[in-house]
């Protein structure tokens, strides 16, 4: 019999007790390789594109910086295989259909009261003091079902936890698509929020100066977008914001030179493989 890894936890994911690096890993108990897209893994880095950006008049979504960070933060989890769910809004778990398209049965109902519950096929770990922000795929709503979200202690976890959704329409059919996502996280270090000490206060005369400093312009652009042939007409969008700027009156500044980082992107990693596919289910 092997020695419990709670006396050895130096050997059970040694790379996340590493205090000069910062990791997550997910640990493949199921081989999902063989239901997932093109033979790929389940676990990807999540798209900056959605159906619904797609769709707004000139794909005007895609303008807002924050939509597209923040659908690329962190990581998605995809369905090997289509899933049909019908709720007929009672409370218990049989008042839940769920019909799975696939031998791996990763979804189900487990709690009741119209909750689907996703398994994963990871047991993910990630570097001590880091916690894991588990929720629904940003930014892709989904009539008749909505996303929970919760925060994992998964620096110290030897076990699994699920994703799940709440039914909202009962007698609605849902469907999620094979290689849709149903689960997207990324990692919180753990009691960040209590080291900020919030401040509520009347602006300084500086602050709000640089506010009525942009305002002014954007009201001004915003005018004059109505006015054809005008040279703000065919702007569309200022893009102090996209492009890290403050509007001053002849000039604007980037925050880059006053030594702010911006990003356009979340920088997520995707995961390295590491895997070998021994002893997979």
Same mark, same amino acid.
């Given at each position: ?103 791996? =049965?990763?979804?189900? +109902?487990? &709690?009741?009261?119209?909750?689907? $519950?996703?398994?994963?096929?990871? *047991?993910?770990?990630?570097? %001590? ?60 270090? =753990?009691?960040?929020? +209590?080291? &900020?000490?919030?401040?509520?206060? $009347?602006?300084?005369?500086?602050? *709000?100066?640089?506010?009525? %400093? ?68």
């Amino acid at each position: 019999m092997s020695e419990c890894p709670f006396h050895h936890i130096a050997n059970y994911d040694p790379e996340s007790l590493d205090d000069d690096r910062l990791v997550i890993i997910a640990n493949e108990l199921y081989d999902t390789s063989k239901f997932s897209i093109d033979n790929a893994t389940n676990i990807v880095v999540g798209s900056p594109k959605r159906d619904w950006m797609d769709q707004t008049r000139n794909k005007f979504a895609y303008r807002c910086l924050p939509l597209i960070v923040a659908n690329t933060l962190g990581w998605q989890i995809l369905c090997p295989h289509e899933v049909d769910v019908v709720w007929n809004g009672g409370k218990s778990i049989s008042d839940l259909s769920v019909h799975v398209n696939g031998p791996y =049965k990763f979804a189900s +109902s487990h &709690f009741g009261d119209g909750v689907l $519950t996703f398994t994963l096929p990871f *047991l993910i770990r990630t570097t %001590k003091n880091h916690d894991l922000y588990v929720k629904g795929p940003t930014n892709l709503p989904k009539r008749g079902i909505h996303a929970l979200e919760g925060l994992v202690e998964t620096d110290w976890l030897t076990f699994t936890f699920t994703m799940n959704w709440k039914m909202t329409e009962p007698g609605k059919k849902i469907r999620f698509e094979k290689g849709e996502p149903f689960c997207q996280f990324f990692p919180y270090p =753990k009691n960040y929020i +209590s080291d &900020f000490d919030p401040i509520l206060k $009347t602006p300084s005369e500086c602050t *709000l100066e640089m506010y009525e %400093k942009y305002n002014k312009k954007r009201i001004d652009f915003n005018e004059y977008l109505k006015i054809d042939k005008s040279p703000d007409a065919g702007k569309k969008w200022q893009k102090f914001y996209f492009r890290g700027e403050y509007p001053e009156d002849d000039f604007d500044v980037k925050c880059t030179d006053l030594g702010f980082d911006h990003n356009t992107t979340s920088q997520t990693k995707p995961f390295s493989d590491q895997r070998n596919h021994k002893n997979k289910g």
